[in-house]
């Protein structure tokens, strides 16, 4: 450094005295130009240096949540920013609207409930007994109920703004109206299933209720027509259904009703209205509204959130590519232009290497990746490393 200092100055007197002869103004102005860049260069080259030579700060993190409510506040402010990043203005606002009726149904402590499971179960008629009113059709047919229902529902000792919704019956054997599909869908949104039976389950019934489960959905089994049964065959069966559901429900969770018990006959031959037995399922509900409310609320709100997360997350990546491409193939024919302009040994590496260094820079605030002091000290050794190789091969084929 010292040595090329001395040429240096020992340059400029010599350019000096050159220019002298034709001009002395021209002779100063061209020194005081040469010193005044070289002072520029000097001092950005003493301002990054200290920069490089900067120790690594350590970046604050985010506290994780600690409660399941927090999590679903923190996922709601995720949604929120994830599509402000869209730029199609139909999907950021369906999106955008989607993300505001979770915000709100969240905010108004509402518990949705969806009473699930295979057609002429006794869905209707359970309705029917909690809200104290004929809702629906009660019949023997299949497929009575065409689509979701949702209805008010007051629980005793309950502060819950509580909605039950009755579905379509699954597993039908001609399902024109897509009422499977319907009745997931109303499921897959709730806070809380109730999974009615009236018999032992079957294959079907209990491969619908895994998969509910396995996306992390709280049920409560409900065995209705419980007055059909012997009080001996109903233990048997409520133990054998207990045995099968010991890996997908609480025990606690699976409760026998009657919600639309058969007449009763007196003794003097008339025949009365029996009245429904439901305490069993109010008493469970009433308890785990209670307990657990506000983590089924946000159990399901975080998966809600997850939905619009991949949705706006797939959306996002796809503009992402798009201009990744752009800045890509730009930067190619810059590359190839630069080579071209610059053949001489060496230089064109160097070039290269700025043109690649100054795309990652570009492609990092695509993706939101900002690069800092820390990532170009990598980023620059990585090319001081790669260089130098290319610069041996280069040096060896040229032998």
């Known amino acids: 450094m010292l040595g090329m200092g001395i040429w240096f100055v020992e340059a400029l007197v010599r350019l000096h005295g050159s220019l002298a002869l034709i001009s002395p103004l021209l002779a100063n102005l061209t020194l005081a130009v040469i010193v ?21 700060r350590r970046r604050s993190r985010p506290k994780p949540p600690k409660t399941k409510v927090e999590a679903a506040e923190a ?24 993300s505001k009726r ?37 019949s ?4 009575t109920t065409k689509e979701g229902e949702t209805y008010r529902l007051t629980l005793p000792d309950s502060a819950w703004q509580i909605w039950i919704t009755d579905t379509p019956g699954l597993l039908e054997a001609n399902d024109r109206d897509n009422q499977a599909a319907i009745a997931r869908r109303i ?10 039976i009236d018999n032992d389950l079957t294959q079907a019934e209990f491969q619908v209720l895994q998969t509910l489960t396995a996306l992390g959905k709280r049920a409560i089994v409900v065995l209705n027509k419980r007055d059909l049964y012997l009080e001996s065959d109903l233990s048997q069966l409520m133990a054998r ?3 099968r559901l010991a890996d997908l429900v609480d025990p606690a969770d699976l409760v026998a009703i009657a919600a639309a018990p058969r007449p009763a006959q007196l003794e003097s031959g008339d025949w009365i209205a029996s009245t429904p037995e439901l305490w069993p399922l109010v008493s469970r ?26 949705e706006a997350r797939r959306l996002i990546d796809r503009q992402r590519q798009a201009e990744a491409d752009k800045i890509i193939n730009r930067y190619q024919w810059v590359g190839g232009g ?30 939101g990746c900002s690069v800092s002091i820390e990532e170009g000290k990598a980023l620059a050794l990585s090319l001081a490393k790669t260089l130098t190789g290319l610069g041996i091969v280069k040096a060896l084929c040229s032998f």
Do not use: H, W
């Open 338 to 367: 630069v080579i071209a302009a610059t053949p001489l040994p060496g230089v064109d590496l160097l070039a290269t290497a700025a043109v690649n260094a100054q795309m990652v820079v570009e492609l990092g605030r695509v993706y």
């Open 285 to 310: 509900l009433s308890e785990l509204l209670r307990q657990d409310g506000a983590d089924l609320v946000a159990d399901n709100l975080l998966l809600q959130s997850q939905r619009l997360t991949a």
């Open 75 to 98: 996922a709601l402010k995720a949604i929120d920013q994830q599509v402000a990043q869209i730029q199609d203005e139909v999907a950021r606002q369906t999106l955008r609207q989607a």
């Open 36 to 56: 005044l860049l070289g002072l520029m260069a000097a001092g950005g080259l003493v301002y990054y240096g200290c920069l490089f030579l900067r120790p690594k």
């Open 140 to 143: 023997a047919v299949r497929g």
């Open 187 to 196: 499921a897959a949104s709730a806070d809380l299933l109730l999974f009615v």
């Open 241 to 243: 259904l207990r045995s």
């Open 102 to 138: 979770l915000t709100a149904d969240y905010q108004r402590g509402l518990i949705k409930l969806a009473v699930f499971g295979s057609g002429a179960v006794g869905k209707t008629s359970l309705v029917n007994a909690l809200v104290g009113q004929v809702v629906g059709e009660v």
